[in-house]
């Protein structure tokens, strides 16, 4: 009741558009915290290093030299060397690519595929919910990741595979996201007056309902490229998904774990360390986009 | 109370289901020849064949799928190529390793979460909060292999404190006689304290592993559940009869706010179990995980198989408990039965 | 009386108490002055935004975080509670000063049985100790009218009503015989008989004790019927304070005159609401010429009995199959008509089964059996989901009873106007239809610059505005009107009843006015139907119904309406 008695007190003059006003405190958000800047930077790196990174990088990512094997970082080689002598740096910055990828496309998939279904099954209910939910049902019933190691052990060893796989375990979150969502909304005052007026179901769906829940599914979205990017990081871990001597984050801490007993600390660190930064960074993001969409729910 | 725990189970039958066609069908859509994937890749054209009607494969997949669940019936998960054991032995003997090793883990991370959350919640702003939001946003971003890995780097190579991370017990050691097939336990029930001692100094690193790990989620739920209830209604009765601090907190907050925690245990465990794969990799862990990554490599199909399904069905059975302990506390669920 | 205002039992001087939000500082309540006498029923009245439950938080030093008391003083029985200590101010809440709140239900802990909740209150206060406590809390269960309390001792309150909670939170509040009872909106979204019920236990129970009580409310006739004094607040700051007896008779303050003359009341008409005298339009279109409209009949809805509800939990679990318990009967064969250009009105209870009439008539939910007859075609036979596509779709709309929840967020004033012109009439160019919808805002009396807000731009009495111009503009026959006014504050209602009969007159349009509240109803009806468990106890004229009840069940409606002396 306080909070309602502050909020009714606030002015209501707020004469700018919806569009421009959200651009406002979006600018609000990004300049007025630090961490949000800080992440936004880092995204921007992160996109500049898939895209560019082969084209900036001082050495062949896959050139081996055995002269300079195992050398720590220096000033020729500012991440170091691994055991074949490649320069640490160049896989670094290469393997960008690869791993947002993975990202990137198993969470579009997943986008379209959890948020249509789940939609579907929140507005319609009857048999699409029953269905959808039961498929949903049926992966949560696996722990995730285990999941995915089977479904790669079975598709085969491919990036590719990672990517389904991917997209097979985070679709229940979009479901249930996107179901919920939609089924508040199903009987919401606006929907019912839209029905008055003479709108059919699907323009419902598509015009009132789905402009509501597109915005959740974003922040969503950027949740959870964290996760598939530690998800398929994992699983070429393990020697799923890609092969050696392809530069990936996941299989080059899978190299350097190796060394870690004797000292050889770099091989590791600096690709976990990037890894780590990606999947903060979407995280970070993620936070900072709910903000602007959801002023109330913080956390 | 017994029937409502019969309803739970019946509730877990359409997952059972699920889980079981589903290993099957992971059995029978590999690409290429499924017989020929599992006799090995060294494997004749004889094995092949003899592979094949030992899966009956040549049958049609109704049949294939009723041989498989009056198989799995029998608790037969097929052989392992490299062993030559059948995989089910291999499973329950290293499971106690991957459950001692995933039971303290969690044990810690709650140990530490649900406390953090609390205080973060009732200081809102405080300096515990910040260190709550920072661990919970570092914990959700640290690759768990990453973790493991400079944990040993630090804590054995750099300090020396911890025992080489190879597996469950120093060499020079022998396993305590089996109880619960956990080393800490069966080694307190043997008395014998210098293996309790030698078998959590490698036990420790490993679980702190997967302790940081589960820490963020649990605490960032507790976090936001405990905040959700300072600010109910409820509290706020609770405030204004003039409770004390402690009885508002522990008896009214806490046990409700403990609701969307353990609902979120079941997310929890399902990235433990998969975790637990890449912490025993690291570890050398003798566990199932490592069991599978083995297999895998060795493109040993039938132990990958089982693992996931037995995986699947630990995980059925886990959530089927939090369910459990949902109605425990929650009587509005108890009551709906 | 004097003795009274001299010796006050609580005294609040010069209060300020300001919150700091993301805009700053915000001041909810400025230097107020108020005072309570011991044994006194003193109201504080106002419309929401206007403060009074920020004072009472204040009062039990209860502010949420945000909240700080800036200057002031609050003395309590001679103790400066601004200066107490907060374990002091712990001891003295519950013990020497309570609070019972609105929305009972979750006012209480979920998942804690009743008498333990009365017990940690007893027991926090040393009432009682381990040994008697349990007794102690039965008896006072017994002193709320609780039947049965041995057995509802161990309730949750998941399975008792509201009006049944709302006793458990005076059980409560008064379990340690405080002085002074702080009750915020202790009535509001209970039916009127419980809220009779409820507040005739308060005050039987403080008068008995010799209490002081403090009835924040937002209505007038509630705090005409209970309390001796008033203090009206607006914005913050106190405008008026009087006994009841003369603030209802001569409200010296501008504000308290209209918020007095917005209060429905016995006698007064749609006009006596308003601020400024206006006189009725002239009647055009079309009159009541006898022949039905809407003809309902043997309408039935029945719904399939289920278990409680879902926990969250079990979000995606189906319910196990439905026990074969015969079905429930929402409507119960129920029969009634409306004429060209009359204005029925569907009273009754939450769970009356009034909504769910409206919602068939409105052929958004498809009846059990009956016909739903609009001028002669049986609209009923056509479901639900398909009579969006047929012409007779623009011949009955609707107004909705959250103006808020009633519009897409994502819509601005314009589109949400414009939709039903675009999908059902026959305007498609953009100029002229963005000159129809400013035809119709300047029908419904909202400024045009307005029309390209959002929802959240709007207060809700211009939200409630668009979504009449919704509702008119496909010149339908019939406009359904689900409590369009229960979300308002009174003096908004007061506009928005005014607009809607005036509407009618000028567009002749028939209304179902579908509400919990007699007096509102009559002012906009000429038709009163009287609905309870699913089926018609009473029908008639407004005036017939409202004066010359004939069933006992309207005679008890009409009875607990409180409203203040005429």
Redesign the interface.
């Known amino acids: 009741m306080t909070a309602l008695d502050t909020t009714a007190v606030e002015p209501d003059a707020r004469p700018a558009t919806g569009l421009s006003a959200t651009l406002k405190h979006a600018r609000h958000v990004v300049t007025g915290n630090p961490i949000t800047g800080f992440s936004f930077t880092l995204f921007i790196l992160l996109v500049v290093c898939a895209l560019f990174g082969p084209f900036l990088v001082p050495y062949d990512p896959l050139a081996t030299n055995t002269a300079v094997a195992l050398k720590p970082p220096s000033l020729h080689h500012l991440m170091g060397t691994d055991q074949l002598g490649r320069d640490l740096l160049s896989r670094v910055i290469v393997a960008t690519r690869l791993d947002m990828a993975v990202a990137v496309f198993s969470v579009a998939l997943v986008f379209v595929l959890g948020g249509i279904s789940g939609i579907a099954a929140g507005y319609f209910g009857g048999w699409t919910d029953r269905l959808v939910g039961r498929l949903s049902d049926t992966i949560m019933a696996f722990p995730l990741f285990v999941l995915a190691m089977g479904i790669v052990a079975a598709l085969g060893n491919t990036v590719t595979n990672i990517i389904i796989a991917t997209t097979i375990i985070n679709y229940p979150l979009y479901v249930r996201i996107a179901r919920a969502e939609a089924n508040v909304r199903r009987n919401a005052g606006f929907v019912q007056a839209a029905r008055l007026s003479g709108n059919g179901e699907i323009r419902i769906l598509l015009t009132q309902i789905l402009p509501n829940i597109l915005p959740i599914m974003m922040v969503q979205m950027s949740l959870t490229m964290g996760y598939a990017i530690l998800n398929a990081a994992g699983l070429s871990f393990i020697g799923l998904g890609v092969r050696p001597p392809t530069p990936e984050w996941g299989i080059m801490v899978a190299e350097g774990a190796a060394f870690i007993v004797s000292g050889e600390w770099w091989i590791a660190l600096f690709p976990g360390l990037a890894l780590m930064l990606a999947v903060f960074c979407f995280n970070l993001l993620g936070d900072g986009l709910r903000d602007i969409v959801d002023p109330q729910r913080r956390t | 109370m017994r029937s409502i725990v019969l309803?739970r189970l019946a509730?877990a039958i359409?997952?059972?289901v699920?889980?079981i066609?589903?290993?099957f069908l992971?059995?029978r859509?590999?690409?290429g020849d499924t017989a020929s994937y599992f006799a090995g890749p060294a494997a004749t054209p004889q094995a092949i064949a003899e592979v094949r009607k030992q899966l009956g494969l040549d049958k049609s997949l109704p049949e294939q799928f009723a041989r498989y669940v009056v198989d799995l019936a029998h608790g037969d998960l097929g052989n392992s190529l490299t062993t030559g054991q059948p995989v089910v032995t291999e499973i329950a003997n290293r499971l106690p390793a991957s459950g001692e090793l995933t039971l303290l883990g969690l044990l810690i991370a709650l140990g530490i979460a649900v406390p953090l959350g609390i205080l973060a919640a009732i200081r809102?702003g405080s300096w515990i909060d910040h260190l709550c939001r920072v661990i919970v946003?570092?914990g959700?971003?640290?690759?768990?292999?990453?973790t493991g890995?400079?944990l040993?780097?630090l804590f054995?190579?750099r300090l020396g404190w911890s025992p080489?991370?190879l597996g469950r017990l120093d060499v020079f050691y022998s396993a305590p006689p089996q109880v619960t097939g956990f080393y800490l336990i069966d080694s307190l029930i043997a008395r014998d304290f210098e293996t309790f001692r030698a078998a959590l100094a490698q036990l420790i690193l490993p679980a702190a592993t997967l302790a940081i790990f589960s820490l963020a989620p649990l605490a960032?739920i507790t976090?936001?559940s405990m905040l959700a209830v300072m600010?109910?209604?409820?509290v706020?009765?609770?405030?204004?009869?003039?409770?004390?601090?402690k009885?508002v907190i522990l008896?009214?907050a806490f046990?409700?706010a403990m609701?969307?925690v353990?609902?979120t245990l079941g997310m929890v465990?399902?990235?433990?179990?998969?975790?637990n794969?890449?912490v025993e990799?690291?570890f050398a862990w003798p566990g199932i995980g490592s069991y599978?990554?083995e297999a895998?490599?060795a493109s040993d199909?039938a132990p990958?198989?089982g693992?996931?399904l037995a995986?699947?069905l630990l995980?059925?059975a886990l959530?089927l408990m939090i369910?459990l302990l949902?109605g425990v506390?929650?009587?509005?669920?108890r009551?709906?039965a | 009386m004097l003795d009274i205002v001299h010796q006050p039992l609580l005294d609040i001087h010069d209060l300020t108490v300001d919150f700091a939000t993301r805009r700053g500082t915000v001041t909810a309540v400025r230097n107020i002055d108020i005072s309570v006498g011991k044994g006194e029923t003193l109201g504080i009245v106002g419309e929401s935004g206007s403060g009074k439950s920020v004072t009472s938080f204040a009062v039990m030093r209860i502010l949420d975080r945000a909240g700080r008391i800036a200057t002031g003083s609050v003395t309590f029985s001679g103790i400066d509670l601004r200066a107490a200590s907060d374990g002091d101010m712990a001891d003295m809440r519950g013990r020497e000063m309570s609070m019972i709140f609105q929305n009972p239900r979750a006012a209480l802990n979920p998942i804690r049985k009743v008498g333990h909740q009365i017990e940690d209150v007893l027991l926090r206060h040393v009432q009682a100790v381990r040994a008697n406590v349990k007794e102690k809390a039965i008896d006072i269960l017994k002193q709320v009218r609780i039947a049965r309390p041995e057995e509802r001792y161990h309730a949750y309150p998941f399975e008792l009503s509201g009006g049944m909670c709302q006793r458990i939170v005076i059980a409560i509040a008064l379990a340690c015989k405080p002085q002074l009872l702080i009750a915020d909106e202790p009535t509001t979204g209970l039916d009127v008989t419980t809220q009779k019920a409820v507040m005739e236990l308060v005050v039987e129970l403080t008068h008995a004790r010799g209490m002081s009580t403090i009835l924040i409310t937002h209505d007038l006739g509630l705090a005409a019927a209970y309390c001796d004094r008033v203090v009206v607040m607006q914005k913050g700051e106190v405008v008026e304070t009087a006994p009841s007896a003369t603030i209802f008779k001569a409200p010296a303050h501008a504000y308290t005159r209209k918020l007095m003359r917005a209060t429905p009341r016995p006698g007064a008409t749609l006009r006596d609401l308003l601020d400024e005298e206006r006189p009725a339009p002239p009647p055009i279109g079309v009159q009541a010429d006898g022949r039905p409209l809407l003809k309902i009949a043997n309408l039935v809805k029945e719904y399939p009995r289920q278990g409680a509800t879902k926990s969250m939990a079990h979000l995606f679990r189906r319910k196990a199959s439905e026990a074969d318990a015969p079905p429930f009967r929402a409507v119960d064969a129920i029969s009634f008509e409306i004429m060209r250009g009359q204005s029925v009105g569907l009273v009754g209870e939450s769970g009356c089964g009034k909504s769910t009439t409206s919602m068939m008539a409105m052929r958004l939910l498809d009846p059990t059996s009956g016909s739903i007859i609009l001028d002669g075609e049986d609209i009923g036979a056509i479901p639900a989901h398909a009579f969006a596509k047929i012409p007779a779709r623009k011949r009955i709309q609707m107004v909705f009873q959250d103006p808020t929840d009633s519009l897409n967020p994502r819509f601005t004033a314009a589109r949400a106007i414009a939709d039903p012109i675009l999908r059902l009439g026959d305007v498609r160019r953009r100029d002229a239809l963005r000159t129809r919808c400013e035809e119709l805002a300047q029908l419904v009396g909202l400024p045009r610059h307005l029309l390209d807000r959002f929802p959240h731009q709007l207060s809700g009495g211009q939200k409630a505005r668009v979504g009449i111009a919704r509702a008119i503009a496909l010149h339908p026959e019939l406009v359904i009107l689900d409590e369009p006014t229960a979300a308002l504050d009174v003096s908004v209602q007061a506009i928005v009843l005014n607009l809607l009969d005036e509407l009618k007159t000028r567009l002749g349009m028939s209304y179902l006015f579908v509400s919990h509240d007699l007096h509102v109803v009559r002012l906009l009806c000429d038709h009163v139907i009287v609905m309870k468990s699913g089926r018609i106890v009473e029908e008639g004229s407004a005036e017939q119904v409202l004066e010359a009840p004939q069933d006992p069940y309207t005679r008890e409606l009409i009875a607990a309406i409180p409203h203040p002396p005429v």
């Open positions: 309803k509730t359409p997952s059972l699920g889980v066609v589903i290993s992971l059995t859509v590999l690409p809102e946003t570092t959700v971003s640290l690759p768990v292999f990453f890995l400079l040993v780097y054995y190579f080489a991370p960032r976090r936001g600010g109910s209604d409820f706020r009765t609770a405030r204004a009869s003039g409770l004390t601090p009885t008896t009214y046990r409700n609701l969307p353990i609902t465990f399902s990235f433990l179990l998969g975790a794969v890449l990799k690291v599978a990554v895998l490599i199909y990958v198989q693992f996931v995986m699947a995980y059925v959530n369910d949902y506390i929650d009587p509005r669920v009551l709906e």
